[in-house]
């Protein structure tokens, strides 16, 4: 799954999180994390896509593959973040 600027923007809203927190907790800069969400970088690197989605991961966010009405995220479990 390719790891979009919609999806990362609709991960980091799950979480609550800035951009900076997503850079904390991914390893990645916050210029790579603000050009990519923003368009000016169409794709991550194999690298940063990894760092990125296993940050969301590790923090209870789950990736829903494309399956004819569209990718999107969620929490893994009940109950994280209070939901």
């Given at each position: 799954m390719e790891l979009t600027q919609e999806l990362c923007k609709a991960a980091?809203?799950?979480?609550?999180?800035?951009?900076?927190?997503?850079?904390?907790?991914?390893?990645?800069?916050?210029?790579?994390l603000r050009s990519f969400e923003s368009g000016r970088t169409k794709r991550l690197s194999v690298g940063n896509q990894n760092?990125?989605?296993?940050?969301?991961?590790?923090?209870?966010?789950?990736?829903?593959?494309?399956?004819?009405?569209?990718?999107g995220v969620r929490f893994s479990e009940r109950g994280v973040d209070g939901q």
């Amino acid at each position: 799954m390719e790891l979009t600027q919609e999806l990362c923007k609709a991960a980091r809203g799950l979480k609550q999180w800035s951009v900076k927190e997503l850079a904390e907790a991914s390893g990645l800069s916050v210029d790579t994390l603000r050009s990519f969400e923003s368009g000016r970088t169409k794709r991550l690197s194999v690298g940063n896509q990894n760092a990125a989605v296993t940050a969301f991961e590790a923090a209870g966010i789950e990736f829903i593959p494309e399956n004819g009405g569209g990718a999107g995220v969620r929490f893994s479990e009940r109950g994280v973040d209070g939901q």
